[in-house]
């Protein structure tokens, strides 16, 4: 399954940095048929302690995480909507991806400029979203001018697309995201055709410079576990916003070292936890996906799934044929493997279920398909 997420930001705010670190975490191509070669895109591993702990259990000669990808976007400007700057190709990028992560830079460094000469991240955000909305109000007037002449006529099909459009430009017109409106399952069908940009699940990436040396930018204060206190924190849990805070230079400057040098040296600078992690899997997450497992001797495998997936759409993941072919499942949770210490003991046990088609698949399931 091939589900990315479109890295977006000004400029300098860290947004090339922060990829580079995401693909310090890469990934083997060779195991993804979704891989591409475009050096924008970085295929990353999403990180599971569990196919560690599966890959032991079994004995694996081979393990594999799963993955998603992450796009590098040319950086955003004022007045991108009508073209500024890299502003057309931003916007076809950004159309493409499934989810945004928005990076805002939080931190101050008199040797990178900001574009506005200041550090005020709520202004970063409300910069970029904006240039969103006006992007995506000129899709949809754009749209309902190019249908009037069949809503005149009283084209069913048109005259139903046409209220929701109009419901539409009054939320982007009054500074609204897409994304605020509620719709009905076939208003959403009619929205999904015209790829707004403000409709996509964000995820809000507050890049600063932590460790010994970090400092913040006043009035933002210092971290120091007292995130809930920055500004821009209250403002997007005001907004119901995602969002995580990364060190996206401490994991490019180490990124050399070997996984315990590493560990050691970010010790030493302060840095307890880049965030690295945390961003790829709340961006796992703002997908809509979920992770199921295979396990054996030969491998042990991540499959990524959407959140509610049946059996047989869950089994399309390891080859098509598993959805047409299904006949049942045999299932058991990764941790009462763990705790029967083998497939035997945990079907003695009872541990082991036989599902058909109707079962929705969870979070850390291990799966044997019938077919």
Not at 189 to 209: E, M, Q, R, W
């Amino acid at each position: 399954m091939s589900l990315s997420i479109g890295i977006v930001g000004l400029p300098n705010v860290g947004k090339s940095t922060l990829f580079n670190a995401l693909t310090q975490k890469g990934v083997p191509a060779e195991n993804y048929p979704f891989c591409t070669i475009d050096p924008a895109v970085g295929i990353v591993a999403v990180p599971d302690e569990r196919v560690d702990i599966l890959a032991e259990f079994s004995k694996s000669i081979k393990k594999i995480p799963a993955a998603i990808e992450f796009v590098d976007i040319a950086g955003l400007v004022k007045g991108a909507s009508e073209g500024e700057g890299l502003g057309n190709k931003f916007l076809a990028h950004i159309r493409e991806v499934d989810a945004i992560a928005e990076v805002v830079r939080i931190y101050e460094d008199s040797n990178i400029t900001h574009v506005s000469n200041k550090i005020n991240p709520i202004d970063d955000i409300e910069t970029i979203n904006l240039e969103l909305i006006l992007a995506d109000l000129q899709t949809v007037t754009k749209r309902i001018n190019n249908i009037a002449r069949e809503v005149k006529r009283g084209d069913k099909a048109e005259v139903a697309e046409n209220v929701v459009l109009v419901k539409m430009e009054e939320v982007l017109k009054a500074g609204q995201m897409a994304s605020s409106i509620t719709l009905t399952e076939d208003e959403a069908k009619i929205v999904k055709g015209l790829s707004l940009i403000s409709a996509k699940p964000i995820l809000y990436v507050l890049n600063t410079k932590g460790g010994k040396g970090g400092s913040l930018a006043s009035p933002l204060g210092q971290l120091g576990g007292e995130t809930s206190k920055l500004p821009v924190v209250e403002y997007l849990e005001k907004l119901g916003a995602n969002w995580v805070i990364v060190d996206a230079k401490i994991e490019g400057e180490l990124s050399e070292l070997e996984k315990n040098d590493k560990e050691v040296f970010k010790k030493e600078l302060g840095v307890e936890d880049d965030g690295i992690n945390d961003l790829i899997k709340e961006s796992y997450k703002l997908l809509g996906l979920m992770t199921y497992l295979t396990t054996g001797e030969d491998e042990t495998r991540a499959w990524t799934v959407r959140q509610g997936s049946t059996a047989p759409e869950a089994g399309m993941a390891i080859h098509t044929d598993f959805k047409e072919k299904f006949i049942r499942a045999e299932i058991i949770n990764w941790q009462d493997l763990l705790k029967a210490g083998s497939y035997v003991k945990a079907r003695e046990q009872g541990l082991v279920r036989t599902e058909g088609k109707e079962y929705i698949v969870k979070d850390g399931d291990v799966i044997e398909f019938k077919i």
